[in-house]
């Protein structure tokens, strides 16, 4: 399914609601980057390993694939990599403008491979990805 997530640092996001306190209007969109599912995943795998898949789903055949995985989980209470959650947001995500807050704010976010730096090095911390050398090779 290549939907399009809306991705944003959270510095990015935590500075702007700071700003919308003193803002006369009362709601934003804090879209940051429009990015197609594929991708990212293309990005994420030229960054710090792993293989994108050759094989697109349709939306139903990835939500049954979910669906199946989570009742296989479930009794071992184990997680699985694509929830039907996540299913559900790649196809119904869009690209939203956050042209409000850009102008109104003065949100400006991360650049995308800077916020994906930050969400693996706090992965990495948390244990649930391999730790990367200087050079972007896994450690050992």
Aim: overall charge negative; glycine content about 8%; hydrophobic content about 40%.
């Amino acid at each position: 399914v290549d939907g399009v997530f809306n991705l944003v640092d959270s510095g990015a996001v935590a500075r702007a609601h700071v700003a919308a306190a003193n803002a006369t209007r009362r709601e934003y969109t804090l879209a940051g980057h429009s990015v197609r599912v594929g991708e990212l995943l293309r990005r994420v795998a030229s960054r710090y390993g792993g293989q994108v898949p050759t094989t697109e789903l349709s939306v139903d055949e990835a939500r049954h694939r979910a669906l199946e995985e989570e009742r296989a989980a479930m009794p071992r209470k184990d997680r699985v990599a694509i929830p039907r959650e996540l299913v559900d947001l790649a196809a119904s995500g869009q690209e939203v403008s956050d042209a409000h807050a850009r102008h109104e704010l003065g949100f400006e976010p991360a650049p995308l491979d800077h916020a994906l730096e930050q969400s693996y090095a706090w992965l990495a911390r948390l244990g649930l990805v391999p730790r990367l050398n200087p050079g972007g090779i896994h450690a050992s």
